[in-house]
């Protein structure tokens, strides 16, 4: 499985953007798609998560202003931010489930001004 992450940038304080990670190779195996993300200084945490059944699963950090949906005709996870925080600036990264197998896709970053 190959993943390629875009749609990062910089966006002021309560604006929004959106992220994308498009998935290649065997992604009828693919048991989930995640984002994460990874500030200077801190550990890689989870933010969001899609299952190929459809369900999905949130950090509550950015519940209620993130939005994770997958277009299944692409294969493309989307991750639509809103009301961003100084705190949500990171680079972020799509990892896919495969089994017992992890894939992850380049970074890619975000930046919150004011």
């Known amino acids: 499985v190959q993943l390629q992450a875009s749609g990062g940038g910089m966006v002021q304080a309560g604006g929004s953007l959106r992220l994308s990670c498009a998935a290649s190779?065997?992604?009828?195996?693919?048991?989930?798609i995640a984002w994460y993300r990874q500030a200077p200084g801190k550990q890689r945490e989870f933010v969001a998560l899609?299952?190929?059944?459809?369900?999905?699963n949130y950090a509550n950090s950015v519940k209620d202003r993130f939005i994770i949906s997958r277009d299944d005709a692409n294969y493309i996870v989307s991750l639509q931010m809103n009301r961003l925080k100084f705190e949500d600036a990171a680079v972020y990264f799509c990892?896919?489930?495969?089994?017992?197998?992890?894939?992850w896709g380049q970074g890619t970053e975000v930046t919150v001004s004011s």
């Open positions: 990892n896919a489930k495969v089994h017992a197998d992890h894939y």
């Open positions: 190779g065997s992604i009828s195996q693919i048991d989930g």
């Open positions: 899609i299952l190929s059944g459809g369900g999905t």
